[in-house]
């Protein structure tokens, strides 16, 4: 049976709106007079995709005087493209790359890097930091922030390229009841509620929800489900004193996605003739089990506590709790045989059986001030805090070579090739066997941080910021000794007990001069530190391992030159910035093969935006992108260098635009993304086994929108309109790789009650 459903698009939007416009005639009578029945003609109010602030409260100005690139995607952009996760929502900034992994067993959740930097960990939720494996939802998320450059002084450690930052939808005191009901290809369906009301004049409550499953279009046996609550309450609403409780409960149940082999494509490449001049295989082709599944619950509780001390002064706390867990089986495919090179219909493909068994905790608190004083006769606007900060992730280790079998004692068989060209979901696969070799990595951080602007007149202006933060990392498991991925009855596991612990001191600094109130001009320095096993918190006792303790923390330094203007009576946004980013001290070996932390990474380029309203009721969003990626000074200790970064596009560019007629909106955008290279060393020539890169492509989307009345809006979005084929993703190998959606639709209700 086949099969077809999505990980793309769609979205909880706050729909149209109606402007009555009343047409009145009067006519009077000598003795009264007696008006017309009004006519009201329906009209869709357009929903401004530009913001001005952000909800960062430690961003001391508004975003036209902040200086660093900064991009918010509302919303209401993101429900007019039919968006509804946070890898879909990132594709409105350019520079941004989704990762894959080696044969999905380093892939989990969102993955991605930005301007050249893995950026999968520097997630975070209110300004607070998210933790999990997780395929994020945007059904309850106001608008996603996106923060360029390092940012050691924003969130701490491990902010090489900058960070994503999603804002919740809170409790308000206007009564706004809001649904969702939509269906499209490959029986994909989604339904979400939004309903806000105020209990009293300072109460309100909030509660969104999201049900959601189906198939991926064109392709076998791939399904998601996704059933989602985030209930919330707020006191205090209008008042000194406020304070937020909110909770965000995810329950998905998927079956993964290891892609298709790679045979085939432009560039594919392999010694054997045969297979090197092989026809590709069908998109829709399915190599897993049936059985394979994966399955991710994660659940977070936050309280925000803010006072206002004065009209210019605002005291908060914030204190979270966070757990989840993914526990996935996925088959990954690898090389190609050609039994019979004459009969491609018996050639196989070799499979591996990756399985994922991870619990993620997080506990923070958070007080920060923010105030706007002056002191000798200059303004500043200030924001300062403190942070403790508690990181957990539990990993069970799987072998991969082989699976278990019914019986006891144990036994265990290689996992059996699938056909290339007809693979059969049924296939007997065993499951993953756990090995013993488990890691449970725990980090403890403690912070301080300060940031200020000071105006020194009304066109001069000077920022700082700094933070200075003490880590404790520590990590407990076992490995598995070289040369073996054992059963369970062999013994060739080696306990570890490792701690890293150090004092980081990252800044930022610029400085902005205003040639007029709607425009500045800025230059711009930050750093950052990765210390050792900083995503993971689990280190490693191998020489030369990043992850190994007695390693110095990787540095980061951030040059950035940039202008911004609001523009058309600041109904539109128009940015442009220069920028060098350098990571030192990576892992690498000198001449005599010896090791040393001097490898260097080096990004430079350059980067446009705009955002906003043309017109009342023509709309846009787009960036462009230009990037530089050089490897520096990084060779193994057989001397093979590297000297470019993996999957980082020279370009890459994204636009959306639509227009407003009355109550019928059109709109549609493209999508540009240069070719990402997988092959990045010096003396490896191209035609080696596999691809050598991710082709370029463009892919075009289209949407058509009507606004039935003032409670109800109907929306039509397509997506890859023109089912162009191209490479989502590729694994580190190059064996396989995971197709962009093919053309597919999905229709939207969107009901007002």
Not at 280 to 307: P, Q, V, W
Not at 490 to 504: C, E, G, K, Q
């Amino acid at each position: 049976m086949r099969h077809i459903r999505s990980r793309k698009h769609h979205p909880a939007r706050i729909a149209a709106l109606v402007a009555a416009t009343f047409s009145m005639t009067a006519f009077a009578a000598e003795e009264a007079a007696q008006l017309p029945e009004v006519a009201v003609k329906s009209k869709k109010e357009v929903a401004p995709f530009k913001a001005d602030t952000s909800a960062n409260t430690k961003f001391t100005k508004p975003l036209i005087d902040t200086p660093q690139t900064v991009q918010i995607i509302k919303k209401e952009l993101l429900t007019e493209q039919g968006v509804f996760t946070l890898v879909d929502a990132l594709r409105n900034t350019p520079g941004i790359t989704v990762q894959q992994g080696e044969n999905g067993n380093t892939s989990a959740g969102d993955t991605f890097s930005m301007r050249g930097f893995n950026a999968s960990n520097q997630l975070f939720v209110d300004g607070i930091r998210d933790l999990g494996a997780v395929t994020r939802d945007i059904f309850n998320t106001e608008q996603v922030e996106v923060i360029k450059g390092p940012a050691g002084a924003d969130i701490g450690r491990g902010a090489a390229s900058g960070y994503i930052n999603l804002i919740t939808k809170l409790p308000t005191l206007t009564n706004a009841n809001y649904a969702t009901v939509g269906y499209g290809a490959a029986q994909r369906k989604r339904v979400t509620i939004d309903v806000n009301q105020a209990l009293d004049a300072t109460t309100a409550v909030r509660i969104n929800g999201l049900i959601t499953e189906g198939n991926v279009p064109k392709r076998d046996e791939v399904d998601n489900q996704n059933f989602s609550i985030a209930p919330s309450i707020a006191f205090g609403l209008g008042t000194d004193a406020r304070g937020y409780f909110y909770t965000q409960h995810i329950r998905q149940d998927n079956t993964p996605d290891g892609g298709i082999s790679s045979i085939g494509r432009s560039g594919f490449f392999n010694t054997n003739a045969a297979i090197r001049n092989g026809a590709k295989t069908d998109r829709e082709n399915f190599y897993g089990s049936k059985n394979d599944y994966e399955r991710i619950d994660s659940d977070m509780l936050t309280a925000k506590l803010e006072y206002d001390l004065s009209e210019k002064t605002t005291l908060r706390n914030i204190t979270r709790y966070g757990q989840s867990s993914i526990d996935r089986i996925l088959t990954g495919v690898n090389g190609i045989t050609a039994v019979t090179p004459a009969n491609p219909n018996t050639w196989t493909l070799a499979r591996s059986r990756q399985r994922i068994n991870r619990d993620d905790e997080i506990l923070i608190n958070q007080t920060s001030l923010n105030s706007i004083f002056d002191i000798a006769g200059f303004k500043n606007s200030f924001t300062g805090g403190v942070e403790f900060i508690y990181e957990r992730q539990k990993n069970k280790g799987f072998g991969t070579a082989a699976t278990t079998t019914s019986g006891v004692p144990f036994t265990a068989t290689p996992n059996p090739p699938a056909n290339l060209y007809n693979p059969n979901e049924n296939d007997a696969l065993g499951k993953p066997y756990a090995n013993g070799a488990n890691t449970d990595g725990r980090t403890s951080t403690m912070a301080v941080y300060a940031f200020d602007t000071v105006d020194l007149n009304d066109q001069w202006q000077v920022n700082g910021g700094v933070r200075f933060e003490r880590y404790d990392t520590r990590a407990i498991g076992a490995s598995i000794l070289p040369g073996g991925n054992p059963v369970p009855a062999v013994t060739t596991l080696t306990p570890f007990n490792l701690s890293d612990s150090d004092n980081l001191a990252s800044y930022k600094a610029g400085v902005l001069y205003k040639p007029a109130s709607n425009g500045s001009v800025y230059l711009a320095y930050g750093s950052s530190y990765t210390p050792p096993a900083s995503a993971n918190f689990a280190l490693s006792g191998t020489a030369n391992n990043q992850n190994n303790g007695a390693l110095d923390p990787q540095k980061t330094d951030n040059y950035e030159l940039g202008t911004k203007w609001n523009v058309l009576n600041n109904q539109l946004n128009v940015t442009a910035a220069v920028f060098r980013t350098e990571n030192d001290k990576q892992t690498s070996f000198d001449d005599l093969g010896n090791p040393a932390q001097m490898g260097k990474t080096r990004v430079s380029g350059y980067e446009l935006g705009t955002v906003g309203q043309i017109t009342e009721n023509w709309q846009i969003s787009a960036g462009f992108t230009k990037l530089n990626a050089k490897a520096l000074d990084q060779q193994t200790a057989a001397g093979v260098n590297t000297n470019a970064v993996r999957w980082v596009p020279d370009y890459s560019a994204t636009v959306w635009t639509q227009y407003s007629f009355d109550s019928l909106t059109i709109g549609g955008g493209a999508r540009y993304m240069g070719e990402q290279k997988r092959l990045v060393t010096t003396n490896t020539a191209a035609n080696v086994n596999n691809m050598p890169e991710i082709p370029s492509y463009t892919v075009f989307d289209a949407m058509v929108a009507y606004a039935v009345n003032q409670n109800l809006n109907l929306r039509l979005n397509v997506y890859n309109l023109f089912d162009k084929e191209y490479i989502n993703t590729m694994n580190n190998s190059g064996a396989r790789v995971q197709l962009g959606l093919a053309r597919s639709a999905m229709a939207t209700a969107e009901i007002k009650f």
